[in-house]
């Protein structure tokens, strides 16, 4: 059974940092294409960052320069790098699998990670 | 504002046939596959149909995705209660270079 599992959300002020963590099992984040995917509150759904698995990476232009998406294959995890946090960054972080089909086919999803960007 | 364009609400009557329409450019879904994900309330949304038309393995056949230029169509027929939830339509868009998803569209079951 496919799992992926958010953490590191939380408050943080306008201008910091903060890093989420997506640890899967029953899949492979190395040979799979995965993103993420937010929602603010009560909005709907925004693709935020592809990384493919040769490890190129493609993020939205709302967040590029401020976010990276990265992964550690020896913990079979995908990271978020998120820097320069603005209010309109608070949302619900999904990572996502791409499946084996269309692009934005996202057949596996975690169960999300808040981010509240407020002072 | 979405690049995709999708009414904000439907509704339908148990067992009635609805359909949610998603509205695109050449750049997304004239020229790409169509995904519609189910998101019932506080879940993570749900792949319902991918490559415009297919499902994926568990998904009822009442649910039903197409096609045609520059938009796509959700129908859900024998419509049930339980269907009642948020749906969303996404696609590729070549210009953008990224996955783009539709506003939503908050199904009501009368």
């Known amino acids: 059974e496919v799992q992926l599992v958010e953490t590191g959300g939380g408050l943080i002020q306008p201008g910091g940092s903060l890093r989420l963590s997506c640890a899967a099992s029953g899949l492979t984040v190395s040979s799979s294409y995965m993103s993420w995917v937010r929602q603010a509150p009560g909005k709907g759904l925004e693709w935020v960052s592809f990384i493919y698995s040769g490890g190129s990476t493609i993020h939205a232009d709302s967040v590029k320069g401020r976010f990276t998406i990265s992964r550690d294959n020896s913990k079979n995890t995908l990271y978020l790098q998120m820097n320069s946090l603005r209010a309109e960054d608070t949302a619900i972080y999904y990572c996502?699998?791409?499946?084996?089909?269309?692009?934005?086919?996202?057949?596996?999803w975690g169960q999300g990670a808040l981010v509240t960007v407020s002072s | 504002q979405s690049v995709l364009t999708q009414p904000p609400s439907a509704s339908g009557t148990p067992g009635q046939r609805v359909t949610i329409s998603c509205s695109g450019s050449s750049s997304n879904i004239g020229s790409n596959s169509v995904n519609w994900y189910q998101q019932l309330p506080g879940t993570a949304p749900k792949l319902l149909t991918h490559s415009n038309n297919q499902r994926p393995s568990g998904v009822p056949d009442r649910f039903s995705g197409s096609k045609s230029g520059n938009s796509a169509s959700l129908a859900i027929s024998g419509l049930q209660s339980e269907d009642e939830a948020d749906y969303y339509c996404?696609?590729?868009?070549?210009?953008?270079?990224?996955?783009?998803f539709g506003g939503g569209t908050k199904l009501t079951v009368l």
């Open positions: 996502a699998r791409q499946g084996d089909s269309a692009w934005g086919a996202f057949d596996y």
């Open positions: 996404a696609a590729w868009d070549d210009s953008l270079n990224g996955v783009v």
